[in-house]
């Protein structure tokens, strides 16, 4: 079997070179880079097996390999479509990792080390049948055996990919009388730092690798469970789930007083009797201050619409995938697939934004007259606005030659879904939106606005992860790490801020409409 990983520190090459895997959009996008390496294991065979032996480390190669270890960086892996999964012990706590560090670096700093050798662990599960058969699940898991194949024949699956990195100083005058894939003598991992391999110029790396097959109990469905509680992952979803009890509780108690109040003033008011009324409507206070205002066209209706129609794109995308999420269609053994997901969720639900912009255009202007231009815009919104920071970010990851930068043939393959699926439809979408029936106000307007004050709390998100990078986030290296947080920060933000100020709007339309279509005030 063959694991890819994604080379970018002089390591051992494969045999037949370096090959690219098929990437998916979600892939693409992440900028992920599969590549294959020369690890190769054969299916129930514990072997210790020599790689190569590199040439003297140079001046650039030392610096590179240097940079990267104190950077943190981390080599990920994968075999059959597992990640690779390491334990570490932190305060006497087990903790799980996926990927392991390109080298190591003491709390003195004293010295830098590589990891060049690895002891890889494999869980398989065993099926009892009639005959002997090994098998493979393939890299995206399509050769799953049913219920009636395990009767017929035996077979293995894997189902769990683990790891212990190690540095090892290797005298090469040794090791380079081997061959790629010899077998050699098992080794431990060393505890002291004299019996590390150093990362200096003029030495020779060598490096090894070591497999063992384990049989488990884990059964194939079961094989992702141990990356889905991952302690980051329990933080994370804890964290998440405090926040919106907290955010439910205190909207909870001022939804509860404001109807109390307003069921008190309606029910006071449909006490009195029509002079009464009429003598209460002259003394306007509170809630029936904004009577006139309420309903009244802002200043940039058009930019309104717009935003209100994006909003609900994106609303119903994530709507859409979280419950397609809950149900298991978007499983993390598919790389990339959330992220297709919702950008072809997005694309589609173009048709709501489209609807939603051209009808609210409608009920504030009276008329259809300039819908198309409505739509264009509903379609171009935050799409324009999420094309400007990622190609602002792409450029930056460009200069830096990084292996992340979204490739130009990926442009012409956005631009052709954005301007032949995402625009036709919200064109559809605002056509449709001109022959809905027009919301008609309750009230009428006053020719002299009165002030009404708004928030968004995209700001306060934004100001956060500015907070978060700052004091928090010390793991960053360098200003293009902080520039790219930055940008996806604040498209994220922008995204927020039109999901809620939509969510905002039409509740507050929905009940205004409702609190005045209630009581008559002329």
Not at 99 to 109: A, I, L, N, R
Not at 380 to 399: R, S
Request: proline share 4%.
């Amino acid at each position: 079997m063959e694991i890819r990983y994604m080379p970018s520190l002089p390591y051992c090459q494969p045999l037949g070179g370096i090959k690219k895997s098929a990437e998916n959009l979600g892939e693409l996008l992440r900028g992920d880079q599969i590549d294959n390496s020369p690890y190769l294991f054969h299916m129930n065979v514990n072997e210790s097996i020599y790689l190569c032996t590199t040439t003297a480390l140079n001046e650039h190669e030392v610096k590179l390999l240097k940079q990267r270890t104190r950077d943190l960086y981390q080599v990920n892996m994968i075999l059959d479509n597992l990640p690779v999964m390491r334990f570490a012990n932190q305060n006497g706590v087990k903790i799980q990792w996926t990927g392991f560090p390109v080298g190591y670096t003491p709390p003195d700093g004293s010295a830098d080390y590589i990891i060049n050798h690895l002891k890889f662990t494999i869980l398989v599960h065993e099926y009892e049948g009639s005959g002997v058969e090994i098998i493979g699940t393939g890299e995206e898991g399509m050769g799953v055996i049913s219920e009636s194949d395990k009767k017929k024949a035996s077979g293995y699956e894997i189902v769990g990919f683990q790891v212990v990195p190690c540095s090892v100083k290797r005298d090469p005058e040794v090791m380079t009388k081997l061959h790629m894939y010899d077998n050699f003598s098992s080794t431990s991992c060393p505890s002291e730092l004299e019996k590390y391999q150093p990362i200096r110029e003029q030495e020779r790396i060598s490096f090894t690798y070591e497999v063992e097959f384990v049989k488990s109990d884990i059964r194939w469905p079961s094989r992702w469970d141990a990356y889905l509680r991952m302690e980051g992952a329990r933080v994370h979803w804890f964290s998440i789930l405090n926040s919106l009890m907290v955010i439910f509780f205190l909207a909870g108690i001022v939804f509860v007083i404001f109807l109390r109040t307003v069921r008190r003033d309606l029910t006071r008011y449909e006490e009195l009797d029509k002079e009464a009324q009429a003598q209460m409507n002259e003394e306007l206070s509170g809630w029936k201050l904004v009577v006139g205002d309420v309903f009244r066209e802002p200043d940039s209706s058009k930019l309104l619409c717009v935003m209100v129609g994006d909003g609900v794109q994106i609303l119903g995308m994530a709507a859409v995938t979280i419950v397609f999420a809950a149900l298991g269609f978007m499983s993390p053994a598919s790389r990339g697939m959330l992220l297709t997901g919702m950008i072809i969720l997005y694309l589609f639900l173009g048709i709501a934004a489209g609807y939603v912009s051209v009808r609210l255009w409608r009920t504030m202007k009276g008329t259809t007259e300039g819908w198309r231009s409505v739509s264009w815009s509903a379609a171009c919104f935050f799409p324009g606005i999420a094309f400007i920071i990622l190609t602002g970010l792409n450029f930056l990851l460009w200069g830096s030659k990084s292996t992340g930068a979204i490739p130009i043939s990926l442009y012409f393959e956005l631009f052709f879904l954005w301007f032949c699926i995402s625009v036709p439809l919200t064109l559809i979408g605002g056509f449709m939106g001109t022959k809905a029936p027009q919301i008609d106000y309750p009230v009428r307007t006053n020719q002299i606005p009165r002030e009404i004050p708004a928030r968004s709390v995209a700001l306060y998100v934004f100001l956060y992860s500015i907070n978060y990078l700052v004091f928090d986030l010390q793991s960053l290296s360098g200003p293009i790490s902080a520039m790219l947080y930055l940008g996806y920060s604040l498209l994220m933000a922008i995204a927020i801020m039109l999901a809620t100020g939509t969510i905002g709007f039409l509740m507050s339309f929905y009940f205004v409409h409702y609190l005045f279509s209630s009581v008559k005030i002329d």
